[in-house]
């Protein structure tokens, strides 16, 4: 074999390793720069694919990052136009070689490389490689697609499976924002709750999801909000509001926010999906809220729900008035709960909130009475029960589930078998003072609080 023959034949096994082993774009450019190296003394090189919304060349390996419109910009978008109103191979300039990529025989950007090519054997072989990076490239994009897909499906079966523990809007719609958020990571995306007594004006909608939105704009596009609306794009296309439906109502808006670029159609139409199964899932939430009204046990736990926490909170409190007896509330949540639903995921979140009910429950009497209040809060009614005792408690609870291991070996996550997590306590008794029920257990969550700004896994008692 001669030498020139030798060189590309062994170019060519570099350039088939470089596509197996790149799995991301960094990698890929990063790898292709290396062994174009065999030619010369290569200092840049670039894949610049054309985006269409954009009518422009954008850095294969920054695709979230617009081209400035300079001077290298213009020179990138002529070679570009140069490639495709003519049938050339490559162009080469002074220590440049500019070459074309394709996406199924249509012209889909450029290689840019900088350099002093000293090997002209690369002239001879530039036709074949760039047809190899441009399938390479077509198989990434492929891998990318699919995996896009699959994260798709993943979030609208969330979506879909958020109803089996939890059905008020208040907690349904911030889990629902975090589950498009982790999907569609190139913008900005919020979560609005429309109010039904209000008429359709800016002020009939709050944010529920993130904490903040300082675009006012939003709030004018929400405004014009109508039944019909299946999607509305501001002219500029960087923001869509996605209404949401429940019984032919709007109850609600996903709003996606784009920093740089229009919402591309794929976008939109993942977003519109997402919406009607938010929309689907909401209404069959508030299905089971209305045949809840009249249970009195949390589907997820077991324990007395929020409802019936509150008729017994009255009648006990009736109880203790008339036969003179001590009377005091518990409550407690889990503390930084919302990261272990970020970092194990939702069904996680859920073994831990059986796990803790389970617990709360072994740990106190027949007649004592234990609630989830929502979320990762929970409430315990502790009848006959001195302010003294009901410390005891508390502390033998909150200590019982920081020793106790949760756990999550069936939920497959990798590298971990158990977690452990801990609760923050508020206690307070029951006395004449207090003229309204509810007042005993406000007066335990506002222990509650000053335990987590005390730093939590602690008992305070309401003074």
């Known amino acids: ?99 074309p990529v394709y996406d199924d025989k249509k012209l889909s950007g450029i290689v840019y490389i900088k350099g002093e090519i000293k090997n002209k054997l690369l002239f001879e072989v530039l036709p074949l490689i760039s047809r190899q990076i441009s399938f390479a490239l077509s198989n990434l994009k492929n891998s990318e697609d699919m995996l896009i897909q699959g994260k798709f499906h993943k979030t609208i079966r969330n979506i ?19 589950m498009i958020d982790g999907f569609i990571q190139e913008h900005l995306i919020y979560v609005f709750l429309k109010s039904s007594k209000k008429k359709n004006d800016a002020k009939a909608w709050k944010l529920i999801w993130p904490n903040n939105c300082s675009d006012e704009r939003i709030f004018d596009y929400l405004s014009v909000v109508n039944p019909k609306s299946t999607c509305i794009l501001e002219d500029e296309g960087k923001i869509g509001i996605f209404p949401l439906f429940c019984d032919g109502k709007i109850f609600g808006a996903i709003v996606a926010k784009s920093g740089l670029e229009k919402l591309n159609n794929k976008d939109t139409d993942y977003l519109i999906e997402i919406s009607k199964q938010a929309s689907t899932t909401v209404e069959r939430a508030s299905s089971y809220m209305k045949i809840l009204e009249h249970a009195t046990l949390d589907a997820l736990t077991g324990l007395n729900n ?31 709960f919302k990261s272990v639903n970020d970092t194990y995921g939702h069904a996680v979140g859920d073994c831990v909130l059986k796990t803790v009910a389970k617990a709360i429950k072994k740990e106190l009497r027949e007649y004592d009475i234990p609630s989830r209040y929502g979320g990762e809060e929970f409430t315990i009614i502790l009848p006959n029960t001195s302010l003294e005792e009901a410390t005891v408690v508390a502390e033998r609870l909150r ?56 730093g939590r896994n602690r008992v305070v008692v309401a003074q």
């Open 306 to 336: 929020r409802h019936q926490f509150h008729t017994r909170l009255h009648s006990e409190i009736a109880n203790a008035k008339r036969q003179k007896t001590s009377l005091c509330c518990i409550m407690t949540d889990i503390d930084f």
């Open 399 to 454: 200590s019982q589930i920081e020793k106790k291991k949760i756990n999550i070996e069936d939920y497959r996550i990798e590298g971990v078998s158990s977690i452990n997590v801990t609760i923050s306590v508020g206690v307070s008794v029951y006395n004449n003072s207090m003229k309204e029920p509810d007042e005993l257990y406000r007066a335990a969550d506002g222990a509650l609080y000053k335990a987590k700004e005390g």
């Open 160 to 178: 879909a499976k958020i109803i089996e523990t939890q059905y008020e809007l208040n907690y349904i719609m911030p889990v629902l924002g975090e």
């Open 1 to 99: 074999m001669k030498t020139s023959e030798k060189i590309i034949y062994n170019f060519l096994l570099d350039m088939t390793s470089v596509f197996e082993i790149s799995k991301t774009e960094n990698s890929l450019a990063a790898s292709l720069k290396y062994v174009f190296k065999t030619f010369g003394n290569i200092t840049e090189f670039h894949i610049f694919l054309y985006d269409e919304v954009l009518n422009t060349l954008k850095d294969f390996t920054k695709p979230w990052e617009v081209l400035k419109k300079d001077y290298r910009a213009n020179i990138l978008n002529s070679y570009f136009c140069s490639f495709k109103y003519n049938t050339t191979d490559y162009i080469k300039e002074k220590n440049t070689l500019v070459f």
